[in-house]
């Protein structure tokens, strides 16, 4: 059963453009979200968090949505830039544990 | 640099034999977990460590998998008789418990090859 899912595996964007990267989640006991970006031969790297009485949380370049209802969220990179270039996790949280479980990934390539 | 370190970072071994990694967390983190990635999937979570007392583990972690966290500071991750299906990346994430903040950050893993 997954409940985090992300159906896109890979995503090109233009340099300077806005990435979108979309998340949605079946388990209605998550109350926080977060997104992650993973490099090649490292561990994955916080990125931003939201909690799920928020629909927005914006750091620089990156702003999160969460749309409770749809249990959607998504990551918004605007402007893309080459650097950016990398797998996108989104996870939730939840439990006395505060375990994440993790989508699948998206590949973001951003074109120079 | 006083993020997550894991030793070793790659680990080739022969179906059978016993592996141990470990994991040193950022210092003042309480919490320590273990996940496990494979090629196009996100990490699973396996255990987690409240200083050093084990409270979860993942119906992932089979008996042949052992973590321990001796004095709520580093971790050990043993894996005995490996099987070929061991083959992933093992990564460990610590986080400080406080409420209202859930990051956890990331070591760079160790990957596992069974042969």
């Known amino acids: 059963d997954q409940q985090v899912k992300q159906n896109s595996p890979s995503l090109s964007v233009q340099e300077g453009r806005i990435s979108i990267l979309n998340c949605d989640y079946t388990n209605s006991m998550f109350d926080y979200f977060l997104w992650y970006k993973k490099y090649p031969a490292e561990g994955p790297t916080f990125l931003i968090s939201i909690s799920s009485i928020k629909d927005k949380n914006e750091d620089g370049r990156f702003t999160v949505f969460l749309n409770k209802s749809a249990k959607h969220l998504s990551l918004h990179i605007v402007p893309s830039q080459p650097g950016d270039s990398a797998v996108y996790f989104c996870?939730?949280?939840?439990?006395?544990?505060?375990?994440?479980?993790f989508g699948s990934g998206t590949q973001l390539t951003v074109l120079p | 640099d006083t993020g997550v370190s894991q030793n070793p970072r790659h680990k080739i071994t022969k179906r059978g034999q016993n592996v141990t990694f470990r994991c040193d967390p950022i210092s003042e983190h309480n919490r320590l977990y273990w996940y496990r990635q494979t090629l196009g999937q996100g990490p699973e979570f396996l255990t987690y460590f409240q200083n050093e007392a084990q409270l979860e583990k993942s119906r992932l972690l089979s008996d042949r998998f052992s973590a321990e966290r001796p004095k709520g500071s580093f971790s050990t991750l043993e894996i005995q008789r490996t099987e070929q299906g061991d083959s992933a990346m093992y990564l460990c994430?610590?986080?400080?418990?406080?409420?209202?903040?859930?990051?956890?950050?990331f070591g760079p893993g160790t990957r596992l090859t069974v042969t």
């Open positions: 996870a939730g949280n939840s439990g006395s544990a505060r375990q994440l479980t």
């Open positions: 994430a610590s986080s400080l418990a406080q409420a209202g903040a859930y990051e956890q950050y």
